[in-house]
């Protein structure tokens, strides 16, 4: 983030690096569906493959935890549950705000997931006055003159902003000055915060752009086998090659964002 710290140091209090912090989650979903199925034990090598990790880094992670599973048995899947949500502080509520609620806040406040991994929307707020009582997911939309007060009548130390980009960096300001702690940004910007108060940004662009990098290496990977091996490529595969012209020349293959 561009000033101040918008993570955590690398390693907790309780020493575990934040990499498998990140990656407890991952776990939890897994072992969360295992037990759905009524699945008492699993594997360190299922449990990995079901996580989208290897068995030897999922191990060193659980070895945090101080559990380390039964040699020809694996883990309990209820017992990691629990761990893992403890580890997270999932076993109790947390109260959250949601700033901003266009489109985005409003697909985000009709999740269903949040109740059930521990965390309760206590208001949703917005800046137009004509969403003020408005009823999404349930809830009356509250404007956000009354942000500082909602935020201490309901002991809220996480907040949600889905701003548009130009608003965020206010509402940020007014989330940390109201003690606000923590905050899952949506808003397509770089907040600046104070020490003590932790930002996680959701970019929905920016994964596309990866995903499209990775889909141009492949389409590149496929035309590889196109080239001859004195490294020409074969007249008729350069003439079958659709011609990209822009305004200014030929187009790049990635344009700058």
């Given at each position: 983030?561009?000033?101040?710290?918008?993570?955590?140091?690398?390693?907790?209090?309780?020493?575990?690096?934040?990499?498998?912090?990140?990656?407890?989650?991952?776990?939890?979903?897994?072992?969360?569906?295992?037990?759905?199925?009524?699945?008492?034990?699993?594997?360190?090598?299922?449990?990995?493959?079901?996580?989208?990790?290897?068995?030897?880094?999922?191990?060193?992670?659980?070895?945090?935890?101080?559990?380390?599973?039964?040699?020809?048995?694996?883990?309990?899947?209820?017992?990691?549950?629990?761990?893992?949500?403890?580890?997270?502080?999932?076993?109790?509520?947390?109260?959250?705000?949601?700033?901003?609620?266009?489109?985005?806040?409003?697909?985000?406040?009709?999740?269903?997931?949040?109740?059930?991994?521990?965390?309760?929307?206590?208001?949703?707020?917005?800046?137009?006055?004509?969403?003020?009582?408005?009823?999404?997911a349930g809830?009356?939309?509250?404007?956000?003159?009354?942000l500082e007060?909602?935020?201490?009548?309901?002991?809220?130390?996480i907040g949600?902003?889905?701003?548009?980009?130009?608003?965020?960096?206010?509402?940020?300001?007014?989330?940390?000055?109201?003690?606000?702690?923590?905050?899952?940004?949506?808003?397509?910007?770089?907040?600046?915060?104070?020490?003590?108060?932790?930002?996680?940004?959701?970019?929905?662009?920016?994964?596309?752009?990866?995903?499209?990098?990775?889909?141009?290496?492949?389409?590149?990977?496929?035309?590889?086998?196109?080239?001859?091996?004195?490294?020409?490529?074969?007249?008729?595969?350069?003439?079958?090659?659709?011609?990209?012209?822009?305004?200014?020349?030929?187009?790049?293959?990635?344009?700058?964002?």
């Amino acid at each position: 983030m561009a000033t101040g710290r918008t993570h955590r140091p690398a390693t907790r209090s309780r020493g575990i690096p934040e990499a498998t912090v990140a990656r407890l989650p991952l776990y939890l979903r897994a072992l969360t569906g295992l037990s759905e199925r009524s699945v008492p034990t699993v594997s360190s090598e299922e449990l990995a493959a079901a996580a989208g990790v290897n068995s030897a880094k999922l191990r060193k992670d659980f070895s945090y935890l101080g559990s380390y599973g039964t040699r020809g048995v694996g883990y309990d899947v209820e017992y990691l549950v629990y761990q893992i949500s403890r580890e997270l502080g999932l076993t109790q509520d947390w109260p959250i705000v949601m700033v901003g609620i266009g489109n985005l806040g409003a697909a985000l406040a009709n999740y269903g997931g949040f109740a059930s991994r521990g965390f309760r929307v206590a208001a949703l707020i917005d800046a137009d006055p004509a969403m003020t009582g408005k009823s999404v997911a349930g809830m009356a939309v509250q404007h956000a003159d009354d942000l500082e007060k909602i935020i201490d009548d309901n002991g809220v130390s996480i907040g949600v902003i889905a701003t548009p980009a130009g608003a965020a960096q206010q509402v940020c300001d007014r989330l940390v000055a109201a003690g606000v702690t923590s905050i899952l940004n949506f808003a397509p910007t770089v907040l600046s915060v104070p020490d003590g108060v932790d930002v996680r940004k959701v970019d929905l662009s920016i994964e596309l752009q990866i995903l499209a990098f990775h889909e141009q290496r492949k389409a590149g990977e496929g035309q590889d086998d196109t080239v001859d091996e004195a490294g020409a490529e074969p007249p008729a595969a350069a003439a079958t090659k659709p011609a990209r012209k822009g305004p200014d020349g030929d187009v790049p293959a990635v344009m700058p964002a």
